[in-house]
């Protein structure tokens, strides 16, 4: 038991998903704060012109899927790196946007 604990931890694959998983966190940690800031300017856009802005639409769901992405790759639900490993996202996550007009 001990040998296979040992063989594990001297994987490379092991400690390169540790370091993608700690560079994901950090994303993830900014993006709450740009999310924050999406937040705002849409309200300011409602009470300012009584619509969301279009654009900030699409880059809010884009940048919703992006934090889907993360957090299916941190729990380890998918082994797909998310964007800069891949492509941006466009629109709703695929599984998903099955349900979504």
């Known amino acids: 038991m ?8 001297q994987r490379n694959e092991t400690w390169q998903r ?3 998983m700690l ?3 950090i994303i993830y940690g900014v993006s709450k704060f740009v999310i924050f800031a999406i937040i705002l ?4 856009t409602i009470i ?4 969301t802005n279009e654009q900030m639409l699409k880059f809010g769901q884009n940048l919703s899927t992006y934090l889907y992405q993360i957090t ?5 639900n998918s082994e797909e790196h998310p964007f800069p490993f891949s492509k941006w996202p ?12």
């Open 72 to 76: 299916q790759f941190l729990t380890f």
């Open 2 to 9: 001990k040998e296979e604990i040992k063989e594990r931890l």
């Open 41 to 44: 300017f849409q309200f300011i």
């Open 18 to 20: 540790a370091l993608y």
């Open 48 to 51: 300012l012109t009584g619509g």
């Open 23 to 25: 560079f994901f966190i």
């Open 90 to 101: 466009n629109g709703a996550p695929h599984h998903i946007s099955q349900y979504i007009d």
